[in-house]
T-cell receptor
Framework: NAGVTQTPKFRILKIGQSMTLQCTQD?????MYWYRQDPGMGLKLIYY???????DKGEVPNGYNVSRSTTEDFPLRLELAAPSQTSVYFC??????????FGAGSRLTVL | AQSVTQPDIHITVSEGASLELRCNYS??????LFWYVQSPGQGLQLLLK??????LVQGIKGFEAEFKRSQSSFNLRKPSVHWSDAAEYFC?????????????FGKGTKLSVKP
């Protein structure tokens, strides 16, 4: 059981570069989420999806984009990286909206 | 506004001692309540959840939590802490369905365990 798989685990970007964080789940969950975690701030919702072809903004969507072409994949795109996007990013999935399985996280540093 | 407050940023307890982590929420509708645990360098793992019914819920690893509607609280407890419980604990609240189901997390409480 792979669960929720995120890649890469670590990445350093220069200001203005772009990249995609990959997220794949093998549990056939309809709901998928991207959160960012900053020290002492808990988790903030960036984007979520309730099924293939459907995405919606969360609390902190600016500077990010997502797509959901399949049930399994929910990539997060960072365009024009900024230092404020330095964070740990978590992908999660669930059958319903609440009971989530989290990936191990992707630590991104923007210099 | 919907929110979750975890008043304690960092708690240290001795191994074998009891533990209570506090969580207060503000939510306009019937809340669904959760506790997640995060070990260093890992993702979050669900400890327990409350949807309805018995207000005392049991979770994994010997944890329990009690929902008190009058106090808007959902405190996490464990009678005897083990060194492996050292981690960060997050309380979360969500609703029933749609975007209302999206979880709102507290800022977390870091638990240290003394030998």
């Amino acid at each position: 059981n792979a669960g929720v798989t995120q890649t890469p685990k670590f990445r350093i970007l220069k200001i203005g570069q772009s990249m995609t964080l990959q997220c794949t789940q093998d549990m056939n969950h309809n709901y998928m989420y991207w959160y960012r975690q900053d020290p002492g701030m808990g988790l903030k919702l960036i984007y979520y999806s309730v099924g293939a072809g459907i995405t919606d903004k969360g609390e902190v969507p600016n500077g990010y984009n997502v797509s959901r072409s399949t049930t399994e994949d929910f990539p997060l795109r960072l365009e024009l990286a900024a230092p404020s996007q330095t964070s740990v990013y978590f992908c999660a999935s669930g059958i319903g909206a609440n009971v989530l399985t989290f990936g191990a996280g992707s630590r991104l540093t923007v210099l | 506004a919907q929110s979750v407050t975890q008043p304690d940023i960092h708690i240290t307890v001795s191994e074998g001692a009891s533990l209570e982590l506090r969580c207060n929420y503000s939510y306009g509708a019937t809340p669904y309540l959760f506790w997640y645990v995060q070990s260093p360098g890992q993702g979050l793992q669900l400890l327990l959840k409350y949807f309805s019914g018995d207000t005392l819920v049991q979770g994994i690893k010997g944890f329990e939590a009690e929902f008190k509607r009058s106090q808007s609280s959902f405190n996490l407890r464990k009678p005897s802490v083990h060194w492996s419980d050292a981690a960060e604990y997050f309380c979360a609240v969500g609703g029933n369905g749609g975007s209302q189901g999206n979880l709102i997390f507290g800022k977390g409480t870091k638990l240290s365990v003394k030998p």
